[in-house]
């Protein structure tokens, strides 16, 4: 049995070296080769499982393809969609900590394919806020759904 230490302590089995994230402006992105359907409702169910409602979808690859030719934009997905949602435990400590830590919530996860390469789905969240000391225990759940999500793929 493999166990591997991700960052911030998520601690998860069986977790191959493909399940790090790839660190890249403002997000850290984990990818697998698989289907995007089977890979977002893996995402939902770990979401779920752990007691929380996505609260909206945002159905970001279809806004983007409707409005391209209006502005000249290429295709960049064949799928993308922004899962938003929020674990009221945390969401009190963030704002119990600083009332302006509300722009921390809801969390959002994106669970997308690249257009030049449909069989790879990402799934991606915003840098861990390493100055919010209480964003931490956010960082790890959210780590802790996308590890679940893709060691079902």
């Known amino acids: 049995m493999l166990f591997c230490l991700l960052p911030n302590s ?26 995007f359907d089977d890979v977002k409702d893996s995402v939902v169910e770990a979401i779920e499982s752990r007691g929380m409602v996505i609260s ?9 393809a409707r409005t391209a030719s209006t502005i000249g934009g290429k295709v960049v997905y064949s799928d993308a969609e ?13 704002v119990e900590a600083n009332p302006h830590n509300l722009v921390l919530c809801p969390y ?3 669970v997308y394919a690249l257009a030049d390469e449909p069989a790879r789905i990402y799934v991606g969240i915003r840098a861990p806020q390493t100055k919010v000391a209480e964003y931490r225990a956010v960082h790890d759940l959210l780590v802790g759904v996308i590890v679940e999500a893709l060691a079902e793929q």
Not at 17 to 22: I, N, R, Y
Not at 56 to 64: D, G, K, P, Q, W
Not at 82 to 94: E, G, P, W
Request: proline share 2%.
């Open 56 to 64: 909206y979808v945002s159905h970001a690859e279809s806004m983007l």
């Open 82 to 94: 922004v899962l938003l949602f929020c674990k009221a435990n945390l969401a009190h400590r963030l």
């Open 108 to 110: 959002a996860m994106s």
């Open 10 to 35: 998520v601690l998860a089995e069986n977790i191959d070296a493909q399940f790090k994230p790839l660190k890249t402006g403002g997000a850290w992105v984990y990818s697998v080769k698989a289907e």
